[in-house]
């Protein structure tokens, strides 16, 4: 019973395709996407202006088939912004992109958090292209008074995320 | 001739607002509160009622009243090792016939006489001081009927340690100031950012007509030139301009403006306008600077810049000048922060304004931001990422205001809840 209602759900909210992600970007009037990757990936490169004073940030966001996608800050560097403090909600970037991989949601973690806040039937326009605005605006209030006043989960070594 | 805003008109108007947002709530934490204005009010009617009391026919029916900036609640509390200035006029109805001599000594004897007030009295070179150290001082000035000629509010002769007595007419300047204030310019109204976030709906106005324009613009000019003077390295922080000059000054600019017709973009195009147009107001005639009381020509405001020994007047003239080219230049570095980042744009208006009403205004809007995004009505405009009010599905069929660069038929993108993560 409860695998075909887990089967009806999935059957009426479908994972969305690369190519149904590639339309929702380029619709979305921002920046610029292409499907790389034999069709398993698709990238979006653009601008975000959180704030009417904040800087414009190049932003990557690159989103495999079955994999999380990934957030990276290319411009300006936000090392540099940083002087030398550790920034707060980041991955080590392991991506091909140079700069500094944002960790905008809480992603499963074993044993601690059972739904992933992003998942493949969310649209990338909608969930981390603001996730990733919203997050400038904290970055920015972070730098000028030392504190991350955007909430979050801290990491923990031990935990066993995907 | 003059200085000229560059940079400061060509930011955006988003932008423009933005900053006459952090002003305000920067000043706002500068303005007394009601529970302060209390306590001095109550304090200087104390010092009334105790000389009206006296048994002196100088003194007898004496009246003390506010002048200046706590009349014309244009006040900027102090920076933090300054005391509050409470400046007042003791007026004496029947001194007509009275020398100032008489006059000062009637007051300091009375006032020294007494048990509080005693130990706390000093002379000025315009009447007395009674010092709340650490606190606030009443700083209060002696006058008589001026018999001259009628005039608006009420012309008075003060004391005056050089000239014996001197025209003045606070109230009467006050009362301008009063008028001019009620003169409202034409500014196309839109929903400050916090407002826009906060707002129920994009019809929810709420009433911000507590604080006129041209307050708040004196409070800027004023808090502007505090923090200039109180530069360790501004060689003219101890001429720097006298606040009622300044305020005549930025009274005269404003009505000038205002009175134009001219329709405002901002409030902030309005403050640039008036800083732009003050030194305009100078007279120069003979050789010699003058600010004149509108309600009474014969006080002149500038007229310690005409004073010759030991350079004293060309300094003030001097610092005045400096302080102008100061604000010109504060006002531009800001605009030049626009696209520097939040954190800059503060940064830069914390050096012109100081550190503490600038972060407790960044405080404010950060917290505006994070209570929207609680509540889930944040949103992000589509084609440039810029944080905004998500239109509420059931509250408006109206756009929501976009805040920034876009333009307004661009879609908003209700953000979702999330939280944070991270491997660092």
């Known amino acids: 019973m409860a695998t075909s209602r887990a089967k009806l759900f999935e059957l009426a909210h479908p994972d969305l395709s690369i190519s149904e ?60 912004l940083a002087n030398g403090k550790s920034i707060p909600h980041t991955y080590t970037n392991k991506t091909k992109y140079k700069g500094t991989q944002l960790c905008l949601y809480l992603p499963y973690i074993a044993g601690k958090n059972k739904v992933s806040e992003w998942n493949p039937k969310l649209s990338l326009v909608e969930t981390i292209i603001p996730w990733a605005s919203l997050w400038l605006v904290y970055f920015e209030d972070w730098l000028a008074c030392g504190e991350w006043r955007g909430g979050g989960v801290e990491h923990d070594p031990e935990d066993s995320y995907r | 001739m003059g200085l000229r805003f560059h940079d400061a008109r060509k930011l955006e108007t988003s932008q423009k607002r933005l900053v006459m947002e952090v002003l305000d709530l920067a000043l706002e934490q500068l303005d007394l509160s009601a529970s302060d204005l209390e306590k001095i009010e109550s304090a200087y009617r104390g010092v009334g009622n105790y000389l009206a009391s006296c048994e002196h026919p100088l003194l007898r029916d004496s009246l003390i009243y506010p002048q200046g900036s706590v009349r014309m609640r244009t006040s900027v509390k102090p920076l933090s090792k300054e005391e509050f200035d409470v400046d007042l006029i003791l007026f004496l109805p029947h001194a007509s016939g ?53 005039l608006p509010g009420q012309p008075l002769l003060v004391v ?147 004073r010759k020994e030991k350079m004293e007047g060309a300094k003030l003239q001097q610092a005045f000048v400096q302080w102008h080219k100061a604000a010109v230049f504060d006002f531009e570095m800001i605009a030049q922060s626009s696209e520097k980042g939040m954190d800059t744009m503060f940064k830069t208006l914390s050096t012109a304004f100081g550190e503490r009403p600038v972060s407790s205004a960044r405080d404010r809007i950060l917290e505006s931001i994070s209570n929207s995004r609680d509540k889930g009505r944040l949103g992000v405009v589509a084609t440039t990422g810029a944080i905004t009010a998500a239109a509420s599905a059931k509250a408006s069929s109206k756009p929501a205001i976009a805040n920034s660069t876009s333009t307004k038929t661009a879609p908003v993108i209700p953000i979702k809840k999330n939280r944070f993560y991270g491997d660092q």
Request: proline share 5%; charged share 30%; aromatic share 10%.
């Open chain 2, 160 to 306: 005056d340690k050089r000239f014996e007595f001197k025209e003045s007419n606070p109230e009467g300047a006050a009362q301008g100031f009063d008028d001019a204030c009620r003169i409202m310019p034409k500014i196309l109204k839109r929903m400050t950012f916090t407002e826009s976030l906060e707002a129920n709906t994009v019809q929810d106005l709420p009433d911000q007509s507590d604080k006129k324009p041209l307050n708040r613009i004196t409070q800027v000019i004023k808090r502007h030139r505090d923090v200039w003077a109180s530069n360790e390295d501004n060689h003219f922080g101890d001429f720097k301009p006298i606040s009622v000059l300044l305020t005549t000054l930025a009274r005269l600019a404003y009505l000038r403006v205002v009175n134009s017709g001219k329709v405002f973009e901002s409030e902030f195009d309005l403050l640039l306008d008036v800083v732009e147009l003050m030194p305009m107001f100078i007279e120069q005639a003979n050789d010699e600077y003058r600010v004149e009381n509108p309600s009474m020509r014969q006080e002149n405001y500038a007229e310690k810049w005409n």
């Open chain 1, 21 to 80: 992600q590639y339309l929702a970007l380029v619709t979305s009037g921002q920046g610029e996407s292409h499907i790389t990757d034999h069709d398993r990936t698709v990238v979006w490169q653009g601008v975000l202006k959180p704030l009417a004073f904040s800087r414009r940030y190049s932003v990557t966001v690159s989103y495999t088939k079955g994999r999380s996608p990934s957030c990276i800050v290319t411009n300006p560097s936000l090392e540099e």
């Open chain 2, 98 to 150: 009275a020398s100032r001599d008489d006059i000062n000594d009637v007051v300091w004897r009375h006032l020294k006489a007494h048990k509080i007030y005693g130990p706390l009295t000093e002379k000025l070179a315009r009447g007395f001081r009674i010092n709340y150290k650490g606190n606030y001082h009443l700083d209060i000035t002696p006058a008589k009927e001026y018999p001259f000629e009628d």
